[in-house]
């Protein structure tokens, strides 16, 4: 997969843990951060995968020009089902060589893992996929490594 | 301030209620804020005719991102060195979610010191959505 340049900036930081409800001052207050044993702002634990607005193929975004499979005149502005409606995130694994800081410029690559079916009675027949990324920083240094596990499932999972 | 070895022991937890009455818009903050516009986190016409869910429901790693603040309240900031998580059950607009940390060890290794934690949080109904485990470097 392509590599996807990845500029660390403090207002995102911010916007992010505004999103997940975290006030901790080492996100969005420099002076404050400063003071904590971080020494200055950095990402929360889970902000690396914020990398997906700065991968200009991200199917999960709306593109000019582009059918969009969400909502619009119709339930779906794609005919028939789209691919991606049974895909869920099974499992989600950081490993955190340093804590990401405003100003990094990080260099992340993709790459598929392992493939494991299985069969549930919630959701029929589920089949594993797991997408190893790796973030590299301005001085070419491994910073975090995610293992994600997503998960294709026959029909919706059954909510009973 | 870090967590001192000393000061810990195995089964001690740090709990918080980290969202109550979860709104469809912080959904959508997350969404704006992450970059994933996935129409099954905020398009309930799409959500509920095509997909064929009862409604939308939150991203995974929204659960993710709530329950991170219950590990870096405990072990301090920019001192984790593992977080891992599986999703074991959806979270809807309306939940509140209770998430906790539990010592499993304290250990040295070449000199550092770290906790090794278990992670868990549930919805009000007392069902796990999330489970998993993090480490985090802490001070003898």
Redesign the interface.
């Known amino acids: 997969m392509a590599k996807i340049t990845f500029p660390v900036e403090a207002s995102?930081i911010m916007?992010?843990a505004?999103?997940?409800?975290?006030t901790?001052p080492?996100y969005h207050d420099a002076a404050a951060?400063k003071e904590?044993?971080?020494g200055g702002i950095?990402a929360?634990?889970?902000f690396p995968?914020?990398?997906?607005?700065?991968?200009p193929d991200?199917h999960?975004?709306?593109k000019p020009g582009q059918k969009w499979?969400?909502?619009g005149k119709t339930?779906?502005g794609i005919e028939g089902?789209?691919p991606?409606?049974?895909s869920?995130?099974?499992?989600?694994?950081?490993?955190?060589h340093?804590?990401l800081r405003p100003g990094d410029v990080l260099t992340v690559e993709t790459h598929p893992g392992e493939v494991w079916e299985k069969e549930s009675k919630r959701a029929g027949k589920l089949t594993f996929r797991e997408r190893i990324t790796e973030y590299r920083d301005q001085f070419g240094a491994l910073v975090i490594t995610v293992?994600s596990v997503g998960v294709t499932t026959e029909?919706?999972?059954d909510?009973g | 301030?870090?967590l001192k070895a000393s000061s810990l022991k195995v089964g001690d937890t740090h709990s918080e209620r980290?969202?109550e009455n979860l709104s469809r818009t912080?959904i959508v903050?997350?969404a704006?804020?992450?970059?994933?516009?996935?129409?099954?986190h905020h398009?309930e016409?799409?959500t509920t005719?095509?997909?064929?869910?009862?409604s939308i429901f939150a991203?995974?790693?929204?659960t993710?991102?709530?329950t991170?603040?219950v590990?870096?309240?405990f072990v301090?900031?920019?001192?984790?060195?593992?977080?891992?998580?599986?999703?074991t059950n959806?979270v809807w607009p309306g939940d509140t979610l209770d998430a906790k940390a539990t010592v499993l060890a304290v250990r040295e290794k070449a000199g550092q010191h770290y906790v090794d934690l278990a992670v868990s949080t549930v919805n009000q109904d007392g069902k796990e959505v999330m489970s998993g485990s993090a480490t985090a470097r802490i001070d003898p």
Do not use: W
């Open positions: 995102h916007m992010f505004r999103a997940i409800g975290d901790n080492v951060a904590t044993e971080a950095i929360p634990p889970t995968q914020a990398v997906a607005q700065f991968d991200y999960l975004r709306p499979f969400g909502s339930p779906s089902k789209p991606s409606s049974g869920l995130h099974a499992e989600h694994h950081y490993e955190y340093r804590h293992r029909r919706p999972v909510q | 301030m870090a980290v969202v912080q903050q997350y704006g804020a992450s970059g994933d516009y996935n129409p099954l398009d016409v799409y005719q095509v997909a064929d869910y009862p991203h995974g790693m929204l993710m991102g709530l991170g603040k590990v870096t309240d301090g900031d920019g001192t984790l060195t593992r977080f891992g998580v599986r999703f959806q």
